[in-house]
């Protein structure tokens, strides 16, 4: 009676606590609510079962305690039963996993007029790298890190030479314009995670991911690093500043380029 009584309470307080929980999703900045919307159908189904399930035990709990003298029935199989309950799982398990692939597939899929923002992710910092006036991004790799050059972009590649570098500081962004996020890691796994804009991804040494959006409001959205990454995980943050059009060009206009940030040498190497 006891414990039938306290699965009961258990019910009530995990619905009363995701109905009335202060810790809800912060206000979302993006164009992904579709990514909410199959974490509520996720909300929905498993909440479903854990409800039916918990009170079912408690019921069982009260219907069929110990009395003198009743003695239990001996049922192995249940044709009818497993039939309803297979298929019933599969659907709420089908249910569950067809949005998330229908997102993904949109996640992914970037739009033809996209700009490119590359993000490179070490222990413990964000960097960040802008096409320059060409629209491209150079080549890059982690082997050509120096410290005047710290994302290790190739001397050699003349699309390179007007990248915009943004070391230690904030990433600005248009706002309404849809962007491609590109990720590269220089030394260990990090993500980059903005809860505002339901978008995050893995960083991998060796590897570029990416994905893509738009940001739907300007505000600043504070970047964090979702991977395990050493002692300083914590301490891993950044924050993206969504700007009007006209505040972003002037943002864009103090920062620095490639070739400027090597003094020219770089391009002096390059030559043949
Ligand atoms: Cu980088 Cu955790």
């Known amino acids: 009676m006891l414990i039938a009584a306290v699965l009961v309470l258990i019910v009530l307080g995990s619905l009363l606590f995701h109905f009335l929980s202060p810790w809800w999703w912060t206000p979302i900045a993006s164009n992904w609510g579709y990514i909410d919307t199959t974490l509520i159908v996720t909300f929905w189904i498993t909440g479903a079962v854990f409800t039916a399930v918990v009170l079912f035990v408690a019921y069982c709990l009260l219907r069929f305690r110990h009395q003198p003298g009743r003695r239990a029935a001996y049922e192995p199989e249940n044709r009818r039963l497993e039939l309803v309950l297979t298929v019933g799982t599969a659907v709420g398990v089908a ?13 992914v899929q970037v739009p033809e007029d996209a700009a490119e923002v590359e993000v490179v992710g070490q222990q413990w910092q964000w960097s960040y790298r802008l096409p320059g006036e060409d629209g491209r991004l150079g080549r890059a790799d982690t082997r050509l890190i120096t410290p005047e050059n710290p994302l290790g972009i190739s001397p050699h590649d003349p699309s390179g030479q007007d990248d915009v570098i943004v070391e230690a500081a904030d990433l600005h962004l248009p706002v309404d314009r ?51 990454c050493g002692v300083g995980h914590a301490f891993m943050r950044g924050y993206v500043v969504v700007d009007t059009e006209q505040d972003y060009q002037a943002w864009l206009g103090q920062q620095t380029s490639f070739a400027s940030l090597t003094g020219g040498a770089a391009r002096a190497d390059a030559a043949p």
């Open 178 to 228: 849809p962007v491609k996020v590109v990720l590269r890691s220089v030394d260990v796994l990090h993500d980059f995670y903005v809860p505002e804009f339901r978008a995050k991804m893995d960083m991998i040494p060796g590897a570029v991911t990416y994905f893509w959006f738009t940001p739907t409001r300007t505000g600043t959205f504070e970047i964090l690093c979702a991977e395990l």
């Open 95 to 107: 249910a569950m996993l067809a949005p998330g692939l229908v997102v993904w597939a949109q996640f």
